[in-house]
């Protein structure tokens, strides 16, 4: 007698998925520093398909990943034009090869660190290992060396230090074949809007206003060996830099599954449980499974509820209290709490802010 397939290896009814998307303030970021020097960004946006008049408007990633990889030609300059002296096309690719012949994740990360220092030396990459007895933390540290803004929250400061760290991390994590859990990011400006997303790019433990950028780690990960060969290498840079967007994203399949779930039963609030169910899947391996994609299930339904909030703040003039009912805010005042935990101000002054914008 055939044995039924176990919960966890259920078949389970295919559906058209959703796709990864990123916030307008990492497209912002990106364009920093054409704006600074006077281009023309329009002509790159118009071909990724990209309008900037909605703030709230999700980016599809592809779309994202091809006018990295635009804007990074025309300007010749793999560092989008933000630095003192340009990154010129070609660097990413030395910069793995640099890194590929290394035995290890933690001697491939120093020889990055190496190499960054000739091709972008307004910034210092550093990695070290905690020095006291029994902790078993690692740091990738990442700092100036020449002030890049004046403002601690100027777009192109913040976008340098977040295109650096998610460029290091992604060649690291595939490097040795796998993703690499950052336990907490400090990050050396003050909370950007887009930062909810952080959680899906880099950690849920993201933390601001530090003096410089530290990204904590299990040391016992730079112990891991350097996988990829030189053909992987070939097969990796077709696509590259703007490739990286798309790897080791901390939105991944299963994310996008209970994401979806999640808003198909709107305003029904699902638990964990009723998810797992519907997925046939225990809850412990679902939490498991959202854990190894860097993720957790609160994570996702709160981020579902502030992008579906935002979107209907800026494009709708429905009623606070409608919208909030049908998000399955047991009251308005929770929403209002979870507005300003998003924006800083209220719904309604959200809303103020955009009208005054768009006038």
């Known amino acids: 007698m055939n044995t039924p397939p176990s919960p966890d290896h259920a078949p389970m009814p295919q559906k058209p998925r959703r796709r990864a998307t990123v916030a307008m303030g ?25 309008d900037l008049a909605d703030p709230a408007t999700r980016i599809p990633i592809d779309r994202y990943a091809r006018l990295y990889n635009d804007i990074t030609c025309a300007l010749d300059d793999e560092g989008f034009g933000l630095f003192a002296q340009p990154m010129r096309s070609g660097s990413f690719e030395f910069l793995c090869r640099g890194m590929l012949g290394a035995a290890t994740l933690g001697e491939a990360l120093d020889r ?34 020449r002030r890049l803004a004046d403002v601690r929250g100027d777009p192109a400061r913040v976008f340098a230090f977040e295109w650096l760290l998610r460029l290091i991390h992604a060649v690291a994590c595939w490097l040795v074949g796998r993703g690499l859990a950052l336990d907490a990011v400090l990050f050396p400006y003050p909370r950007p809007p887009h930062a909810d997303d952080y959680a899906l790019v880099y950690t849920e433990h993201s933390f601001f206003d530090a003096g ?85 299930f609160r994570t996702i339904k709160d981020a579902l509820r502030r992008d579906i909030a935002l979107a209907r703040l800026t494009k709708t003039a429905q009623p606070v209290a409608a919208i909030a009912a049908e998000l399955g805010y047991a009251d308005t005042s929770a929403f209002y709490r979870a507005c300003v935990a998003w924006t800083g101000v209220s719904p309604e002054r959200f809303r103020r802010q955009l009208q005054g914008h768009g006038q």
């Open 212 to 296: 410089t950028l530290v990204a904590r780690l299990q040391d016992n990960l730079l112990d891991l060996p350097v996988r990829r060969d030189e053909a992987a290498l070939n097969t990796f840079l077709d696509g590259a830099p703007g490739k990286i967007t798309m790897l080791y994203r901390r939105d991944r399949d299963m994310v996008l599954r209970v994401r979806d779930l999640l808003r198909d039963a709107l305003p029904a609030s699902l638990a964990q449980e009723d998810v797992a169910a519907r997925l046939h899947l225990s809850p412990r391996t679902l939490h498991r499974r959202l854990e190894d994609e860097g993720s957790s």
């Open 26 to 50: 990492f497209v912002t970021g990106m364009l920093a520093g054409m704006r600074r020097r006077g281009l023309d960004a329009g002509p790159y946006l118009a071909a990724a398909g990209i």
């Open 112 to 145: 990055a660190a190496r190499f960054l220092r000739i091709v972008l030396p307004d910034m210092a990459v550093s990695v070290r290992r905690a020095e006291n007895p029994g902790e078993d933390r690692a740091e990738l540290r990442i700092s100036e060396t």
